[in-house]
């Protein structure tokens, strides 16, 4: 009779662990909104995953060629860099607000990648 108990409280267990990872993966990875830049043109980036660096733009000789301003339509917050791969000192948007690179020093200061979360 114990042995039956066990069993199917092995089985319940299991049961309860899978569903968890189940529920545990999807949408808790991916911020819910867009991500809009202006100056240099215009760019959207629509559901970008938690965690995750964009490169935005190219460097160049004359300057980074990256976006003046970045607005935070998502429900997580982003962090927005002029240096390459995500390095370095970033500038916090949290939801609903917009930021600006640099009024005084755009095109040279601007922003170039953009990690989510």
Not at 15 to 21: C, F, G, K, R, V
Not at 41 to 61: F, I, M, V, W
Not at 69 to 83: A, C, D, E, G, Q
Not at 101 to 109: D, I, K, L, N, Y
Request: hydrophobic share 30%; with cysteine; aromatic share 8%.
């Amino acid at each position: 009779m114990n042995m039956r108990k066990n069993a199917g409280r092995t089985l319940a267990m299991g049961a309860m662990a899978a569903s968890l990872l189940l529920l545990g993966t999807g949408a808790a990875h991916a911020a819910t909104g867009t991500l809009e830049f202006s100056g240099n043109g215009e760019r959207t980036l629509t559901n970008p995953k938690d965690g995750d660096c964009y490169k935005l733009a190219k460097s160049s000789p004359s300057g980074s060629r990256g976006y003046k301003t970045i607005t935070n339509h998502t429900n997580k917050k982003v962090t927005w860099y002029t240096t390459d791969n995500c390095q370095g000192d970033g500038s916090a948007v949290e939801p609903g607000k917009t930021s600006e690179a640099s009024g005084t020093w755009w095109p040279f200061v601007s922003i170039r990648y953009v990690k989510i979360g």
